[in-house]
């Protein structure tokens, strides 16, 4: 059984930085693609940012873009989102979650596994 478990939320100022981790357990991490994502109250959840199993391939929401670093280490099957300059908008429940492939995806339905979610709320 493949677990995911987010680390490393909390509370930030609005432009702070913060940086969430996901480990895996249960089963090789690679070759499958990794992706965030994230739920506000009242709100559906939104695709934040994936990446490919070798690391070479992202992609983000308009919203993060220039702003969030998606980023793995399969030898620690952990990944890794770096959120800079953060704002109020930003504030949500953060999940990462294990694609059905190695093909990187915004669809919440291409994903098999999912954690528990790690709160990060920000200040204005």
């Known amino acids: 059984q493949v677990q995911l478990v987010e680390s490393g939320g909390g509370l930030v100022q609005a432009g702070g930085s913060l940086t969430v981790s996901c480990a895996a357990s249960?089963?090789?991490?690679?070759?499958?693609?990794m992706g965030w994502f994230r739920q506000a109250p009242g709100k559906e959840r939104e695709f934040v940012a994936a990446?490919?199993?070798?690391?070479?391939?992202?992609d983000y929401a308009d919203s993060v873009k220039g702003r969030f670093t998606i980023s793995r280490d399969n030898a620690k099957n952990t990944v890794y989102l770096q959120m800079n300059s953060l704002k109020s908008e930003d504030t949500a429940v953060y999940y990462c979650a294990e694609a059905v492939s190695t093909r990187i995806t915004a669809r919440r339905d291409e994903y098999k596994f999912w954690g528990q979610g790690t709160q990060v709320t920000v200040s204005s």
């Open positions: 249960g089963h090789t991490f690679s070759p499958y693609a």
């Open positions: 990446i490919s199993w070798s690391g070479s391939n992202t």
